[in-house]
């Protein structure tokens, strides 16, 4: 009997052991609070207007020194495009966010600028994880080389799990050499699964494409929080629809998030949130951030503040007029593309063409000015293509009209009339070719980039067509091609035509 009551002692115990490390365990989590800091969508380096590095870096110090338990999340969207990336393929934007120490970054559509290889460099030059769950690369039988597919973050008692999902979409837009979109709702639901199986506390996710399923995902469970960032939002039929208060979505530009969340039980599930928004504009910089900032200003001026020419008249270069109108700028581009090549006609997707700025008549227009419009290294194909396969390329440009997307077709060859009130896939009325309507089963010889011939934003309609043959430097891009124009022209005179006319 003594052995029996002494074994029940030693039972009692040990639960009542695990029963307290439970307790303290749970409830060192219901008392610790922690704060997320997020931001992204950063191309472009010390732009006043968009906030800077170094007024993030103010920022993510302040909290780090006034807080505990503080992860600093950045959401990507920021390796492209801009000018200084055209050239180094976005290895200055690892090299500020390696002085704020983000615990974790987000892959977003933008990180394909420039390939997916690319991407892979990127990984190596960061001193942060950076992370995207649903990508698959068949050299690797896995995600691409240097990217996780999950992090755990881990300060004090407060354990993280963070995901990252791209749409599958993406690849339309940035099409890729091999790398596969897995679907995100099975991802999701695994990744966290494997999360839960290693003792977060709490799974965020962060996604680069707004849907509707990521409401559900969090109102099953599977995910605690979700962060978005889109400073077009407005322009997308969402942004007026209610979404999942965790599902957290930043939309205006310059500004970084702050979340400060308790848990309120020892579930670990409810927790309170409080939500700011950060103006950057409002803080000063961080000295050592804004001289690194300077420091690749300074030598990029050196070396592309060479005047290379003047424009005579206007250059509009203001993202919701490019996108949806005619535009002399996107004229004198496409006419030189055009006159290169040899083309009957030249197509170009109006977001190609950057800067969201007007150049008033008289302004001269240097190398910077050039790469800063053109940040891309497009290539430039001469292909065939059916007059079909153009009606179709032009009534899937006017497609993206109301979100201002930048498919927009620019033109040179052909004049074309379409109607921007009537339905998506009925708002072409006419194209014609030297006076005549296009011929759809007729053969043209059409100049476009790769990005389109590839398949980007969409364009599938050209990526069996066969090219043709044309005298022209291997490593010539479109940027240099504008560049040798302006520069041999020495005044230019961008004009409206009358080639594309909305008849609305």
Known sequence: MRIIQTAWRLIENRLFALFASFLITHSAWAHSSFTLIFDAEMSVINDAKQGTYAQLATLVEQQRQQKDNVFFIFGGESLGPSMLSSMDRGSHIIDLLNSLSPNVMGVSKREFSYQE?????????????????????PLTNGNLEG??????????EVKLGFLSI?????????????????????????????LRQQGVDFIIMHYSTYSPQVDEWLKKGIIDLALFVDQNFHLTPYYNHPHHPRNIIL?????????????????????????????????????????????YGSRLSTLLSKTIGTTSTNINLIRHDIRTTENAFANFVADTLKDFTGADISLLNSGTLRGNKRYPAGSQLSIKDIRSIMPYRNTMVLIEAKGQQILQALEHGLSGLATTSGQFLQVSGIQVIYNSKQPI????????????????????????????????????????????????????????????????????????????????
């Open 117 to 137: 290889d690319e991407l892979t460099l990127r990984s190596y030059e960061a001193s942060f994880p950076i992370v995207s769950s649903n990508l698959y690369d």
């Open 425 to 504: 896939g009925n708002r072409l009325v006419s194209v014609s070719f030297e006076g005549r309507p296009i011929e759809p089963e007729l053969t043209y010889k059409l100049a476009t980039l790769d990005y389109l011939k590839n398949g980007g934003d969409g364009f599938e309609m050209f990526i069996q067509s066969q090219h043709f043959d044309y005298k022209k430097p291997s490593s010539l891009i479109l940027s240099d091609l504008i560049l040798e124009k302006v520069y041999n022209e020495k005044i230019i005179s961008p004009r409206i035509d009358g080639r594309l006319q909305d008849i609305h």
């Open 147 to 156: 990217l996780k597919t999950y992090s755990i973050l881990q300060q004090n």
């Open 251 to 295: 939309s205006q530009t310059a500004y970084a998030l702050i979340l400060d969340i308790t848990p309120v039980n020892t579930g670990y599930r409810e927790v309170q949130i409080t939500k700011q928004e950060i103006d950057l504009r409002s803080l000063a910089s961080k000295a050592d951030v804004l001289s690194q900032e300077m420091d």
């Open 166 to 194: 791209v749409s599958p979409n993406i690849t339309q837009k940035y099409p890729t050499d091999r790398v596969q979109i897995l679907p995100p709702q099975a991802t999701v639901k695994n990744t966290a699964q494997t």
